[in-house]
């Protein structure tokens, strides 16, 4: 499985973006899928993730009711709309996918995925 993210770019405080991830190699309706951010010095942390069985969608704190991920089989592609975009939000952000079914708590843990597109670059200015 091949992910390639794009969407990324320059964007002022307040200001949205939409992320895309396009999958080949497998069939996206099997993907958990998930998007992950690093900035630079800090460590790659999770940004939200949706659930095969029932597309349920889980989001770190830091992003909960700015960001909104999406998916759309027929595509083999999953988005994540960030809006009202902090400086903080600024990262590499990656898409990551796993065919594996964790449980709810284990959505958001790196170690989950198996798979990850190269990185988009998401800058915030101020």
């Known amino acids: 499985v091949q992910l390639q993210a794009s969407g990324g770019g320059l964007v002022q405080a307040g200001g949205s973006l939409r992320l895309s991830c396009t999958a080949s190699?497998?069939?996206?309706?099997?993907?958990?899928m998930a998007w992950f951010r690093q900035a630079p010095g800090k460590e790659r942390e999770a940004v939200s993730a949706?659930?095969?069985?029932?597309?349920?969608?889980k989001y770190a704190s830091s992003v909960q009711g700015r960001f909104t991920m999406s998916r759309d089989n027929s595509k083999n592609s999953w988005y994540l709309q960030m809006t009202n975009l902090k400086t903080e939000d600024t990262a590499v952000y990656f898409c990551?996918?796993?065919?594996?079914?964790?449980?709810?708590?284990?959505?958001?843990?790196?170690?989950?995925?198996?798979?990850w597109g190269q990185g988009t670059q998401v800058t915030v200015s101020s």
């Open positions: 949706m659930r095969t069985q029932d597309r349920r969608i």
């Open positions: 990551a996918a796993t065919y594996s079914s964790p449980i709810w708590s284990s959505l958001l843990v790196k170690d989950t995925y198996s798979y």
């Open positions: 190699g497998g069939t996206s309706s099997r993907y958990l």
